[in-house]
């Protein structure tokens, strides 16, 4: 009798011991989760910041090709109203370059 409430004793003590066990794996995986979470929203949040800067850049990027290609724009303008026949005499190289660049390719 004695050696049975013994061996009841030794059950109960592992079984103690298990449960304790699978409760600190528990806390253990609840903790890294926890951190895990954490990681991620760090991360996330550092992508969407780099996303914005970089969104910030490209439209400030994009401004300034709009203002520089708004004044060649104008500059071209006044300059052919200034200088007609330059103008015209560079249109008609430019033509008679791509001309020959074409029949130059068509022969080879």
Same mark, same amino acid.
């Not at 409760?23 to 989760?33: F, M």
């Not at 780099?50 to 203002?67: F, G, I, M, P």
């Given at each position: 009798?004695?050696?049975?409430? %013994?061996?009841?004793?030794? %059950?109960? #003590?592992?079984?103690?011991?298990?449960e304790s066990l699978l409760k600190s794996l528990e806390n253990l995986?609840?903790?890294?989760?926890?951190? #895990?979470?954490?990681?991620?929203?760090? %991360?996330?949040?550092?992508?969407?910041?780099? $996303?914005?800067? #970089?969104?910030? $850049? $490209?439209?400030?990027?994009?401004?300034?090709?709009?203002?520089?290609?708004?004044?060649?724009?104008?500059?071209?303008?006044?300059?052919?109203?200034?200088?007609?026949?330059?103008?015209?005499g560079v249109a008609v190289g430019a033509l008679g370059l791509l001309?020959?660049? $074409? %029949?130059?390719k068509r022969g080879h």
């Amino acid at each position: 009798m004695a050696n049975t409430s %013994l061996r009841n004793a030794s %059950l109960q #003590s592992m079984e103690a011991e298990i449960e304790s066990l699978l409760k600190s794996l528990e806390n253990l995986k609840d903790d890294a989760s926890d951190e #895990s979470r954490r990681t991620l929203k760090t %991360l996330k949040s550092n992508a969407e910041n780099a $996303l914005k800067h #970089s969104r910030h $850049l $490209l439209a400030d990027a994009y401004e300034e090709v709009k203002v520089k290609t708004r004044e060649t724009g104008i500059a071209t303008r006044d300059y052919a109203q200034e200088h007609p026949w330059t103008t015209a005499g560079v249109a008609v190289g430019a033509l008679g370059l791509l001309a020959a660049y $074409l %029949l130059f390719k068509r022969g080879h």
